[in-house]
């Protein structure tokens, strides 16, 4: 069940279930309750441990002035109730970087003025909701989505301003649990430990998958890969290569091969083949990339399961970018990903041949009691059933405009839409203007961005490489992405909340020319919990962006003093308080805003 919802009176709060995360939505149906709203507190209790208040990130400018308690700091939002009407928990954002997943119970209470001073805590008022607050899993369907945020308060506080993602000088394979830095407040930590938090559910997927297969015998391995560098996956393929238990296709694009000077992926191609032979390991491009990335585990009965998604299997595809993986624990599906890996290797990963295939002009369908019903494709294609593809997608955004009893919803991260042949990207890039559709989008490179707008309807569209990125001082700087990406994500959930979710997602970046001379899965899942998996990486992803967005060129830091290590305090020395009165309400409860059409979505 991706919600549970819990009323009391005139209030209710909405838990959806996400991936290691929770987003909260609140309402008030009655509008006579919003009269004096000062906010909402929220009261966390994880199964067998301590309660905790969530924290907000701002605070009375007077704190005397209010119904305070002396035991929680000032920005709890027990003292300092949150001003708005959903809010994403993540554990280890402040918790620390290795929280408690499991079941929780979340206590939210509307808070009330009197005057300009906030009341005390009337549990009468309260409701509370239980939801899983773990690593997404259903029926046999696991996701795992990387943290990505690099640039963000919550990894400086972690790690520092400088913290490096790899040793200088560092080889393919070098040792995580060296010593990588030390904090601002002392704390000393490794490579690993930096892995672990920006990695998050996606590298535990990964290593849980890889681990399963050096441990146990009978069990072996095919490899699709584009970029190949994460150190401690490297060194587990070339254990298990070295044991015959693995197989690879490996992009060999300049990108990622270079005679005159090796790239990671030939020195991974030197290392395995003294380890396994030339016999397991195949380079390729079919057209343009190799841009798969899959594990097919299989025993001798054949395919048991398959982890498929976005993510690359390198140091920058794990810890930088914004990823997601899907594992199918359904020998069915993993019977196909297995057949297009034969296929490949039979056609020495040359698009003419595999063009010639099945595979390649087909849409796999499943649906059992392992897997939601998936669609999935597997490019290269001829471009009429590429067109067709990618026409799909461009129909069901389309049919999110056109419903009447409630508000349809699109909410995506593409790496890049400014550039690629096909109709996606035209429409992801001009969806914000319309007002029928609920939308939140972020990518790379869009063709322009659209922040969360004050008394319209329109959509939010932003960048995941915001240009010159200067936080108002106090705050601490966040580090570049440089050349990089930060959002790797293809991902387009429609529907959420409706009668027909589905997201689509993969590796396909969903442009004409990968579709036509990639090697890629786009996956298509008819799955309401799924979508709202998705749906709330998509949120939390353009809510931080958003932020960043707007301190585009903006003041620059003070020099000389050391930033404050929390941005509750940061916040203050900035002189950003709460107001002390309900006019903060107004734009969700304004028809014309899409503030209210993000309160009526999640919390109605």
């Known amino acids: 069940m991706s919600s549970t919802t819990a009323k009391k009176g005139t209030f209710s709060v909405t838990a959806y279930r996400g991936d290691a995360k929770t987003l909260l939505a609140f309402n008030l149906s009655d509008k006579k309750s919003v009269k004096n709203l000062a906010g909402f507190t929220i009261l966390c209790q994880p199964k067998g441990k301590d309660a905790f208040f969530i924290q907000n990130q701002l605070r009375f400018e007077s704190p005397g002035d209010h119904a305070q308690d002396p035991k929680e700091p000032a920005t709890s939002s027990l003292n300092a109730p949150i001003h708005k009407f959903r809010w994403l928990h993540i554990p280890g954002s402040i918790q620390g970087t290795k929280p408690f997943l499991g079941e929780y119970v979340y206590t939210v209470t509307p808070r009330y003025f009197e005057?300009?001073?906030?009341?005390?805590?009337?549990?009468?008022?309260?409701?509370?909701?239980?939801?899983?607050?773990?690593?997404?899993?259903?029926k046999g369907l696991e996701l795992g989505f990387t943290r990505g945020f690099t640039q963000s308060q919550a990894f400086v506080r972690h790690f520092g301003l400088k913290a490096k993602i790899k040793p200088n000088a560092a080889g393919l394979v070098f040792d995580t649990s060296q010593l990588s830095g030390t904090n601002a407040q002392g704390d000393k930590f490794t490579f690993q430990d930096e892995y672990e938090w920006l990695g998050f559910t996606a590298r535990a997927k990964i290593f849980d998958l890889l681990n399963e297969v050096l441990q146990k015998q009978n069990l072996r391995v095919d490899v699709f890969a584009h970029d190949l560098n994460e150190p401690d996956v490297v060194d587990i393929m070339l254990k298990l290569g070295k044991q015959k238990r693995l197989r690879i296709i490996l992009d060999n694009a300049s990108l990622h091969h270079n005679t005159a000077k090796p790239k990671p992926e030939?020195?991974?191609?030197?290392?395995?083949?003294?380890?396994?032979?030339?016999?397991?390991?195949?380079?390729?491009?079919?057209?343009?990339?190799?841009?798969?990335?899959?594990?097919?585990?299989?025993?001798?009965?054949g395919p048991l399961k398959v982890l498929t998604g976005s993510t690359n299997f390198s140091v920058t595809g794990l810890y930088v970018n914004s990823n997601h993986v899907i594992v199918f624990n359904d020998p069915v599906v993993a019977k196909t990903y297995a057949d297009v890996f034969e296929e490949s290797w039979k056609d020495d990963v040359k698009r003419p041949a595999y063009l010639k295939s099945k595979l390649a002009g087909a849409t796999a369908s499943f649906s059992s009691t392992q897997t939601p019903k998936t669609t999935i494709t597997f490019s290269p294609h001829q471009t009429a059933f590429a067109t067709t593809i990618l026409s799909d997608v461009v129909k069901r955004i389309k049919q999110e405009g056109k419903k009447s009893k409630s508000t349809g919803s699109v909410l995506f991260a593409v790496m890049q839409i400014n550039k690629g042949g096909g109709p996606v990207y035209p429409a992801l890039n001009t969806l914000h203007n319309n007002q029928s559709i609920f939308s939140y989008g972020i990518s790379d490179s869009p063709k322009g961005i659209a922040l969360f707008p004050i008394g319209k309807k329109t959509g939010v569209l932003v960048t995941g490489k915001p240009v010159n990125t200067q936080l108002p001082p106090p705050f601490n700087q966040v580090p570049s992405v440089g050349l990089g990406h930060q959002v790797h994500h293809k991902f387009v959930v429609c529907g959420f909340n409706g009668d027909n979710p589905v997201v689509f997602c993969g590796s396909s970046n969903m442009a004409l020319g990968g579709e036509e001379k990639n090697g890629d899965n786009l996956l298509a899942i008819y799955d309401g919990d799924v979508a709202t998996a998705f749906a709330i990486e998509a949120l939390s992803l353009v809510y931080h962006f958003d932020f960043l967005d707007r301190a585009s060129k903006g003041p620059k830091a003070k020099k000389g003093k050391r930033p404050p290590a929390l941005k509750q305090n940061a916040a203050a020395e900035a002189g950003w308080f709460l107001s002390t009165d309900d006019k903060w309400t107004t734009k969700f409860f304004d028809p014309k805003d899409l503030h209210s059409v993000d309160r009526r979505l999640f919390g109605a």
């Open 266 to 301: 030939d020195q991974f191609e030197k290392l395995f083949i003294k380890a396994a032979g030339n016999a397991q390991i195949k380079r390729g491009k079919f057209g343009n990339f190799a841009h798969n990335k899959v594990f097919v585990v299989s025993n001798k009965s």
């Open 115 to 138: 005057g300009k001073s906030l009341q005390p805590l009337d549990p009468k008022l309260s409701a509370s909701v239980p939801i899983t607050v773990d690593g997404f899993d259903k």
